[in-house]
């Protein structure tokens, strides 16, 4: 088989319904040129379950990249997926955020050099996602007319991301990478992390995300903020490419953040991660040589 020319590395924890949704969500592409990595956080056996089962039906090939539960470390496990990612191209998905059915189709034609991709999203309400999960309802099929003129009631809330789904899935938003003289594209008050796609060469160029974002957040802003010092832009694949987030507890409060960091790495200059990819792969070195060593000795 040959090497997959897209990697889409899908970060989960310990919710294996929502995985098997976004799954079928892949499954569903318009592009089947491209391969899955699980980065999973120290998630247990019904993660694993979900991954073996797709392993065993494809139509994609799957990888599960995982690490102990040693506290929040997305911006490792993100690391150690893209370590065990074979596409020229990576693109990082949340795992509560589906892809809509063209979205790796939108993806690749906006692949360009000196650009990395983010995408807007759509909040669906506590009850549609009930219904997703629970009944695997399709909604990546659904189509734009659908969306502006069946939904919006379904939204979480009109707030200051969006006021409405017709912000988000009409053509009018123009910002696109193969237009001259378009304004940079900007995620939603700065949320990169459901979404976020860039060749390999340039996550290798900035080290990849940053192992000091140990708590929640900031770790996606942090990265594109260091893509845009070593001379990338932000460009946005358009409507096809926005995302479906499912309903969850927020989990703002629930643990320290990493506003600070975030701060300083705005204001500062750095264009690789202090500790990140290359650090992440020496690790991984010399755990699989320690236990080569270990196993070859006698009980």
């Excluded at 993806?107 to 990395?116: E, Q, Y």
């Excluded at 000091?212 to 845009?228: I, M, S, V």
């Amino acid at each position: 088989m040959s090497e997959p020319s897209v990697s889409v590395v899908i970060s989960t924890y310990e919710w294996p319904d929502a995985l098997d949704v976004l799954l079928l969500a892949l499954a569903d592409q318009d592009d089947d040129d491209f391969e899955v990595v699980v980065a999973d956080d120290g998630s247990g056996p019904e993660t694993a379950a979900v991954v073996e089962r797709w392993r065993a039906r494809g139509p994609f090939r799957v990888t599960h990249a995982w690490q102990p539960d040693d506290g929040w470390r997305k911006s490792r496990i993100l690391n150690l997926g893209a370590l065990a990612a074979s596409g020229r191209y990576v693109v990082f998905l949340d795992g509560d955020s589906i892809p809509r059915a063209s979205f790796l189709a939108a993806v690749r034609r906006v692949m360009l050099s000196v650009w990395f991709l983010a995408s807007k999203r759509l909040l669906l309400s506590r009850a549609l996602s009930g219904r997703v999960l629970d009944a695997r309802l399709p909604v990546w099929r659904w189509s734009a007319a659908r969306w502006l003129l069946g939904a919006p009631r379904e939204l979480v809330r009109s707030d200051r991301e969006h006021g409405r789904p017709g912000v988000l899935l009409p053509l009018r938003d123009r910002r696109r990478p193969w237009r001259a003289h378009q304004p940079e594209f900007t995620a939603p008050y700065e949320a990169y992390g459901f979404c976020l796609g860039m060749w390999r060469s340039d996550f290798e160029r900035v080290n990849g995300f940053d192992l000091r974002f140990e708590n929640w957040g900031g770790e996606d802003e942090d990265l594109a903020a260091r893509l845009r010092r070593a001379g990338l832009r932000c460009g946005w694949p358009g409507p096809k490419a926005t995302m479906l987030h499912l309903w969850h507890e927020p989990k703002v409060g629930l643990m320290p953040s990493n506003k600070h960091l975030v701060r300083d790495s705005l204001a500062g200059d750095q264009v690789e991660a202090v500790a990140g990819l290359r650090e992440v792969a020496a690790q991984e070195s010399a755990n699989r040589v320690a236990s080569s060593t270990s196993s070859s000795e006698p009980v």
